[in-house]
């Protein structure tokens, strides 16, 4: 089955740098990849999305990345902010399941410092 | 806006004891999700279901079972509660038609097995 590694586990920057967190994928016939985004104490919610056909999407201050001959796609956000701090999931969707079912990565924990 | 809602923030239960976590979302949608979370090891499915009364298993169902009576009700029944099972429990949901579509989060239920 689809196996998703996400790295860093963990991801500190100053407040106005940018953030990369990359993920790869074992299944290489899967075709979407959405990232979600987990503030402190809520629940997560989709941030951006990116489809096997695209090789990059952006969406103001962040953006995703997909090389599908390496099987990776990475989450870019620039000129972060205190508020970009949360933890982040990357995920992609197995060929084999018609039913949108979701593997997700471990996770990034992203702190934003002022 | 998409609702879906968790029937506890918070519960603790005591090993051996049935627990019931149900979720509900009032925006029509066919599939529905039941995740744990844990540090470390990101969101895993245990079980889903397509439409009323239909289910599949996750990666983890391991100790839990899941109900489907009416479309905009899943259950999660742990049979026998263990301490391992000690967990955030996420309830999603979306839509079954179309192109890939958002899952919607609850706000998760903090169980605690004593």
């Known amino acids: 089955g689809e196996n998703v590694e996400q790295h860093p586990s963990t991801l500190s920057v100053q407040e106005g740098d940018s953030a990369v967190i990359k993920c790869t994928y074992s299944d290489s016939a899967s075709n979407y990849f959405p990232w979600y985004k987990q503030e402190l104490g809520k629940r997560p919610q989709l941030i951006i999305d990116i489809r096997s056909n695209v090789g990059e999407k952006k969406d103001q201050r962040i953006a995703v990345t997909l090389n599908k001959t390496a099987k990776h796609f990475s989450l870019h956000i620039t000129e972060t902010q205190p508020e970009d701090s949360a933890v982040y999931f990357c995920?992609?969707?197995?060929?084999?399941?018609?039913?949108?079912?979701?593997?997700f990565g471990t996770g990034t924990r992203l702190l934003v410092s002022p | 806006d998409v609702k879906v809602t968790q029937s506890s923030r918070y519960l603790v239960k005591r090993t051996g004891e049935k627990v019931f976590l149900e979720c509900v979302q009032d925006m029509d949608h066919e599939n529905m999700f039941w995740y744990r979370q844990d540090p470390g090891l990101g969101l895993r499915l245990i079980y889903f279901s397509y439409d009323v009364k239909m289910k599949e298993k996750g990666d983890i169902p391991e100790g839990y079972s899941v109900s489907r009576e009416k479309k905009e009700r899943f259950s999660l029944i742990l049979e026998s509660a263990s301490t391992n099972q000690t967990s955030m429990y996420l309830c999603a949901s979306s839509l079954g038609t179309g192109d890939y579509n958002e899952q919607f989060f609850g706000p998760g239920t903090r169980l605690t097995v004593l």
């Open positions: 995920a992609a969707i197995p060929s084999n399941t018609g039913f949108q079912k979701l593997v």
